[in-house]
């Protein structure tokens, strides 16, 4: 199993991706190129600009276009979903001055380079999970009901309740769903 990350930047040259890479996770190992399943191929020598080990995994990163990073992320005994997260938060801390933005995320079969699933960050993403749509719904409709109720009831006071309960289930959902936005978390589907 492996991940590919894309990260789009701003970042004004190589140097200065490889110095921020270098300073989030410490020193660049040509090594690893060599245990690489995809990367041991000598033609990458020249390509990747960046290759590390961590004990769970291995980052080889290279540069797309002038604005944007490849990242692929081996997993070696962890998870690799996991890996993942952690390799695009720590990228996004390193590249914080140059708006880093997750471009593309696949988690890919290591024989067959088939795309098993595809994963995305933001507030649309974090809308689109059942986790965040459901209460998020609820509070509306309980919202709906408690207007309807304060139209039509003269003395509406159970929907007072229902609708503080179902509004405040659904604003937690949404502070929630903002801080995984803003904090980058991957969604995979």
């Avoid at 040509?30 to 245990?35: G, P, T, Y």
């Avoid at 690799?80 to 914080?96: H, M, N, P, T, Y």
């Avoid at 471009?103 to 507030?123: Q, V």
């Avoid at 009831?153 to 803003?182: K, N, S, W």
């Amino acid at each position: 199993m492996r991940a590919e990350i894309r990260v789009s930047h701003k970042m004004t040259d190589d140097d200065h991706v490889h110095r921020a890479l270098v300073g989030k996770f410490g020193h660049d190992d040509r090594e690893v190129l060599k245990r690489s399943p995809i990367f041991k191929s000598r033609k990458w020598e020249r390509v990747v600009s960046f290759a590390h080990e961590h004990p769970d995994y291995r980052i080889i990163c290279y540069q797309s276009s002038n604005d944007e990073l490849q990242i692929n992320v081996e997993a070696i005994n962890g998870n690799i979903l996991s890996a993942a997260e952690s390799v695009w938060r720590s990228v996004k801390r390193a590249f914080d001055g140059s708006s880093p933005v997750l471009s593309d995320a696949r988690l890919l079969d290591g024989d067959s380079n088939r795309e098993l699933l595809h994963g995305r960050t933001g507030l649309v993403s974090e809308f689109k999970r059942r986790d965040t749509l459901l209460p998020v719904s609820g509070a509306f409709f309980a919202l709906v009901y408690f207007v309807v109720s304060l139209s039509v009831f003269e003395q509406p006071f159970g929907a007072v309740g229902g609708a503080l309960v179902g509004a405040a289930v659904g604003l937690v959902a949404m502070l929630l769903a903002v801080t995984d936005a803003r904090r980058g978390a991957i969604r995979w589907n």
